[in-house]
């Protein structure tokens, strides 16, 4: 399987693979950098979190139709690939900067470059390969290895570089990454010229102003309009759960909705049965998604607060994370602060009292958190703290020491002004944020450092508020020694079970379809995606069993929950995932291949969409009945697929599919 490939296939499985690490380490961390309160993250709400996740994952995946359109058009696959590197990269590091204003623009450069990425480095792949050449399959294969590499590392790397630094070490190891993937594509240039294509119009291709006037032109005027309806004129309490994005992005696909149902209607009539097909295969599809994308959405969530991720479990991610120390410090494992005991067992061993210092303010428990005080705050702490604490000057910008590295970790900038806004969250709740002008120079960077006496070692304390404090500490709890945390694997690092699951098990999938093929059953396409969609229910159900052993989030839970969630959410991808793609091509006439992709990047988006939405809508419920509602929604649509059964059976048989 591994020899006889085009010179070209292991550059693109490089190139691919660097590219696909930096994507998913963004999904991994997305939401738990926009929601973190304790190490320096943005600090907002679950639901504005979720809510910017659904709408990153959304054109991250609808940016794929019109990049494979301008490629094809006008730029050609490796020209395309380039510069969605380049985009990529910039995004990055725009991230990296911590600027308010790089936030929402290196999302937006993120999108643009997976656009011009995504769908073209594929295309490259098959134009390896000489029309009927057997070896095309094993390549997509080994291609296919190539991005489930990147996505299983993509965590373990977020994991290290947040841990050992900061959030924004994050984004430049992402960045670099994918100037590595650029490297490689330029020295690979000539070796891919077999695989690219000259860009132009072809014969029946629908015209690129055509799609811009019809499609995505109305699209985009009803979304903005129907964003703006929502956000300015509807009460409230009407966008509490359903965002003022939401409604523009579904009233902004009607169109898009729209043309596809006519399509089939338009058609001629011996073409009309495939593309009626391919509605159902895209609600499916749409609805897969939007369950497996709850990785970086809702499951994350579920990791991060109902997950017993303290070293020692049984669980595998913490026996991996408990395997690997550096300088006596585990790098896949993070200290465990306030928020991770609201629900953690009574035994769970407390940070020692002297470690924490109590007496902050809510102001400037947030400041510290976000790592952002102002010198006002700073001066009114400081004539609050203990004699045995002292503020400690660390230098910024030169070589630290030993000691001066354990205590950056729990450091706070300096600026001369910080402002402060409050506010509630969806739940009612107060909610405090803080925020830094653009620019706005470090004054310098404090610890507050605890001495500790005849022991040695100082320590750097971590400021919390007192009622924070007096909660922490439950009857009978033991205390660590003074400057040490429990570890805790980083919650990212359970999306990785979802890569590492496709590589295990599709030789096991490909096996059963051919013991399936061998024994005559009949098994067809469409019955994949209908036993896909049954699994899928299967896997949601499960985490409704998780929400029950959890006494709906009042105890955390072992995260063999969450393994075994990714097991049977994986088996349903390989039933699914494949197959609708594969019709997707078969049951379109040649001259709508363009536009029938689309529309699967179409129902992708959609349903990521909607998975930033149950990712608010988690909030809001209990976790058993929150999964079971999910539950409801794929055992909806399999039926759906079982009542259509017969006339997919019938199209796929139709188009030899």
């Keep these: 399987m591994l020899t006889g490939h085009p010179k070209g296939l292991y550059r693109l499985f490089f190139i691919e693979m660097w590219e696909r690490l930096a994507f998913y380490t963004m999904v991994g961390i997305l939401l738990l950098y926009a929601t973190d309160t304790e190490t320096g993250g943005l600090g907002w709400s679950s639901d504005v979190g979720n809510e910017i996740y659904g709408l990153y994952l959304a054109f991250v995946y609808f940016t794929p139709y019109l990049g494979g359109l301008l490629a094809d058009r006008f730029l050609g696959y490796r020209r395309s690939v380039l510069i969605g590197g380049l985009l990529f990269a910039t995004g990055f590091f725009m991230l990296a900067s911590g600027q308010k204003w790089a936030f929402p623009t290196g999302l937006v450069f993120l999108c643009c470059g997976n656009g011009f990425f995504k769908p073209n480095i594929s295309a490259m792949v098959g134009n390896l390969y000489e029309k009927g050449d057997p070896k095309r399959d094993a390549g997509f294969n080994i291609f296919y290895m190539g991005i489930n590499i990147g996505a299983f590392i993509a965590n373990f790397l977020a994991a290290i570089m947040r841990n050992q630094w900061a959030w924004y070490a994050v984004f430049v190891a992402a960045g670099v990454g994918m100037l590595i993937s650029v490297v490689i594509l330029l020295s690979s240039w000539k070796v891919l010229e077999k695989a690219d294509v000259e860009p132009g119009n072809k014969p029946g291709d629908t015209p690129f102003a055509e799609i811009m006037q019809k499609i995505l032109g109305p699209a985009l005027v009803l979304g903005v309009i129907g964003w703006a309806f929502a956000a300015y004129v509807l009460p409230p309490s009407v966008t509490k759960l359903v965002k003022a994005t939401d409604i523009g992005f579904l009233i902004g696909s009607i169109p898009i909705l729209r043309f596809f149902v006519r399509l089939s209607h338009q058609a001629k009539e011996e073409e009309k049965p495939g593309l009626r097909a391919l509605l159902p295969i895209y609600l499916a599809g749409g609805t897969f998604f939007m369950v497996l994308h709850l990785n970086g959405s ?9 997950t017993a991720r303290q070293l020692g479990q049984s669980d595998p991610i913490c026996l991996i994370a408990d395997a690997v120390w550096v300088k006596g410090d585990p790098v896949f494992a993070q200290d465990a602060l306030p928020g991770y005991y609201g629900n953690a067992a009574d035994d769970l061993p407390r940070p020692n009292k002297l470690t924490l210092f109590g007496g902050g303010t809510d102001e400037q428990a947030t400041m510290f958190g976000k790592k952002k005080m102002d010198a006002a705050s700073l001066e009114a702490l400081t004539a609050n703290l203990p004699s045995d604490v002292r503020v400690e ?9 030993d000691e001066q590295r354990r205590w950056k970790k729990y450091s706070v900038d300096i600026y001369d002004k910080v402002e402060i806004k409050e506010g509630t969250d969806s739940h009612g709740l107060p909610k405090i944020s803080v925020e830094v002008a653009d620019g706005a120079p470090i004054q310098k960077r404090v610890a507050f450092v605890r001495e500790n006496g005849e022991a040695g070692g100082d320590y750097a304390t971590y400021v919390t508020t007192q009622d924070k404090f007096d909660a922490l500490y439950v009857e009978g709890a033991t205390e660590l020694e003074p400057g040490r945390y429990v570890q805790l694997a980083n919650a990212e690092l359970y999306q990785s079970w ?4 496709v590589v295990l098990f599709t030789p096991l999938v490909m096996m059963f379809f051919a013991w399936a093929s061998r024994r005559q059953i009949d098994f067809s396409t469409a019955r994949k995606i209908l036993a896909g969609m049954v699994i899928t229910a299967i896997a949601a159900a499960f985490m409704a069993m998780a929400g029950f052993v959890s006494d709906n989030g009042a105890v955390k839970v072992s ?28 049951l379109t006439p040649k001259r709508f291949v363009g536009l029938t992709m689309g529309g699967w990047f179409f129902a992708t988006a959609v349903g990521n969409k909607f998975s930033g939405f149950l990712g608010v809508l988690q909030g809001a419920m209990e976790p058993a009945m929150f999964f079971l509602v999910i539950v409801g929604a794929a055992v909806a649509v399999a039926a759906y697929i079982l009542s259509v059964l017969p006339k997919l059976d019938e199209a796929i048989k139709k188009y030899g599919a």
């Design 298 to 306: 809702a499951m994350t969530t579920w990791a991060n607060e109902n």
């Design 393 to 401: 000057a660390l230098p910024i910008g030169a070589e630290l020491t």
């Design 498 to 501: 979802n890569a590492f699951f």
């Design 559 to 586: 995260g063999m929950w969450l393994m075994g969630f990714y097991a049977i959410i994986t088996v349903g991808e390989l039933f699914l995932s494949p197959m609708a793609l594969s019709l997707v091509t078969k």
